[in-house]
């Protein structure tokens, strides 16, 4: 007991562990939850029993796809690592509290770096350790270091996710870092993504994915040398997994010793404000616009603009339709003009039911404009058009594809229409059944209201079928 003695690092990090489970679903959501993982559980089981007598060797194929997956989970780990270390930095207020505390800054930092870690390993580990534990103990012992190498990968991600956000913070200071951190982190979410298409093979029917899977099997990497470490600590070797452990035990506790004062120096910057302009005194007409419309536009325009959280989701899906351009850069089949139809308009119509909640439903003064002496359907034209404007260049994008490289004008006509009219009915519904709530909940996922959730989904669904319907029918 004398390990978790408050104030120590044990008693942090269960502390740490704690708030970061604490986060997770409630209510009818969190017994849903437990009710798949049970299922899901069940079927590892079920595929353990028909495991239990097979042999199941490490070939090259094996380790090349082992390499894919820790490349691919170690990406979007750091990506969750750089969110995490923001919201340690600049959204929770508890750093006040434990610096005022006798406690070392080293403890700090390293029970963060836990509950970092703990928070972004959760996912993964219920995905894959129900189905590598079962197999694991009915036969195949080995696969017991799968669990090892989420654990690396953990500590890896977290370390170096901290990392990116401190240096950010203290180059750029705490309002720019915020803004770069999650453009950082939507890139480097989507990085595998993209590098994945800028290797197609010349063989139409090779995916670009199955072109660099080929390549990596026949080069070696993930069976031979260093590439194929993490493929043998999947299976059970000692030597490899030992090596997982050490480096990623090494990086977690070097970010505790090495960055400790910059951890404490982008706590302190983030305390303060995070504007860097100063107030000069003098009235500024640019603020100022003419008439209810202009004012109430340019009010939601400044806000989104500078929104990072908002930045990050943009951005974020502007690296995922690159993949979707790239294809049709270079040819596809029949149904591939068609798809692209759908996924402009399904992009585009979601967008706009964000940003719609965004504007409508995430004021931060509903008050003061209940009590202005202006109509409110006036201000919520103005707020609607705002957020339709913002998502107007995506509704462009795959259009403009469709009309130049896939040749195909009256195409990308049609797609051009439904889009409009699917987003602006998606920003209607936000209009009218939208829940209210705040802005930070635009971030965790829990915008907007059920209701109207699943009928913008509908809708979105609904244009982008009959858009991707109507390419195809309308032909080349």
């Known amino acids: ?51 239990m007598d097979v042999p199941i060797p490490f070939t090259a194929w094996v380790g090349t796809g082992v390499l894919a997956a820790v490349v691919v989970m170690l990406s979007f780990m750091t990506t969750q690592a750089i969110l995490g270390s923001q919201q340690t930095l600049y959204e929770r207020r508890d750093l006040d509290l434990m610096f005022t505390a006798p406690i070392d800054g080293r403890t700090v930092l390293l029970a963060k770096l836990v509950g970092i870690a703990g928070a972004i390993v959760t996912v993964y580990a219920l995905l894959i350790l129900p189905l590598a534990v079962p197999v694991a103990v009915l036969g195949h012992p080995g696969l017991l270091g799968v669990a090892g190498v989420l654990a690396a990968l ?20 705490p309002r720019a ?28 029917r090779e995916s670009s994915i199955e072109r660099t899977f080929r390549e990596f099997h026949e080069r070696g990497l993930g069976y031979i040398g260093w590439s194929g470490i993490p493929g043998h600590a999947a299976f059970g070797d000692v030597l490899s997994l030992t090596v997982m452990l050490v480096v990623g035990i090494g990086l977690f ?12 120096s982008g706590y302190q910057d983030a305390t303060m ?76 119509t979601q967008l706009a039911g964000s940003l719609a909640w965004l504007t409508v439903s995430a004021e931060d003064a509903p008050d003061l ?51 409009a009219i699917g987003g602006a009915l998606a920003g209607f519904i936000e209009l009218k059944l939208g829940k ?41």
Not at 279 to 290: D, S
Not at 393 to 404: G, K, Q, R
Not at 436 to 455: D, H, L, N, T, Y
């Open 1 to 51: 007991m004398a390990a978790l003695a408050p104030g120590s690092f044990a008693w942090l990090a269960r502390h740490e562990l704690r708030l970061a489970w604490r986060g997770r679903s409630k209510g009818w959501a969190a017994w849903l939850g437990l009710a798949l993982g049970g299922l899901w559980l069940a079927g590892g089981c079920f595929i353990a029993w028909g495991l």
């Open 154 to 173: 953990a500590m890896t991600a977290s370390a170096v996710g901290i990392a990116i956000t401190l240096v950010l913070a203290k180059l750029a200071g």
């Open 177 to 204: 870092a915020r803004t770069v951190g999650q453009v950082s982190a939507a890139m480097l979410g989507g990085a595998i993504f993209l590098i994945s298409q800028l290797n197609r093979g010349q063989h139409g």
């Open 253 to 264: 506790a070097g970010a505790g010793l090495v960055l400790r004062r910059l951890f404490l």
């Open 273 to 348: 404000t995070l504007s860097r302009s100063k107030p000069t005194g003098k009235a500024t007409a640019r603020l100022f616009h003419a008439g209810l419309f202009r004012s109430v536009l340019a009010k939601e325009w400044r806000l989104l603009a500078r929104d990072p959280a908002l930045l990050f989701q943009m951005v974020l899906r502007l690296v995922y339709m690159a993949p979707i351009v790239l294809g049709a850069m270079q040819g596809g089949g029949k149904l591939f003009a068609p798809s692209l139809a759908f996924a402009s308009v399904l992009v585009a």
């Open 369 to 419: 404009i209940t009590v202005a002496p202006v109509h409110k359907e006036s201000v919520d034209t103005a707020k609607l058009t705002a957020a339709l404007l913002m998502a107007a260049p995506f509704a462009v994008i795959i259009p403009a594809i469709l009309a130049t490289v896939a040749h195909r004008p009256l195409g990308a006509l049609v797609t051009m229409v439904l889009t």
């Open 436 to 476: 209210p709530g705040q802005r930070a909940a635009f971030a965790k996922r829990r915008q907007g209201g059920f209701v109207s959730g699943i009928v913008g989904i509908l809708v979105a669904f609904l244009f982008g079928g009959t858009a991707g319907l109507a390419v195809y029918l309308i032909g080349g």
